[in-house]
């Protein structure tokens, strides 16, 4: 099955269907989301994307994102992929959506419109190897330090979320 983005425009209104790659190819703005996990102790729950990736390959990033399908909300594709990425589902709450565009160096682009979920689980996750290397449980403190100094090791993403919204992830 070909994966394929719900293509908006800034105000997040579909406009179309496009084969993924292809909107990245063209860096159309589509819809996204990233879903944030924390547990009792405030810590975020990190991934470190697969090696197999095609673009971020072992970049530490957010709990899990993707995009949404055709018809799909928001949180039952934030939950859905929860599910496909670390192996468990819990009750997510969208915090704020916001638009970005970062390029990668394998010519593609992201331009998407990120709707941002979080939720809180305890334990450890049974990762999907194929999606994800690894994950660690990080404080949000450390992690603010860690990325200023090791920028070159979170994905693009991540870190324009994390600048612009850290007050509102350590409030959510």
Known sequence: MVEQVVLVDENDNPIGLMEKIEAHEK??????FSVFIFNKKGELMLQ???????HSP???TNTCCSHQRDGETNLKAGKRRLQEEMGFVTELNEVFSFIYKAPFDNGLTEHELDHVMVGSFEGSPSINKEEV????????DDLKSDIKNNPDIYTAWF??????????LANA
């Open 27 to 32: 860096a159309l703005l589509h819809r996204a």
């Open 48 to 54: 470190q994307r697969a090696a197999s990736k095609y």
């Open 58 to 60: 072992l970049l530490w």
């Open 133 to 140: 290397e690894s994950y660690k449980w990080m404080n949000l």
């Open 159 to 168: 870190k324009i979320i994390f600048d612009k919204s850290f007050e509102k």
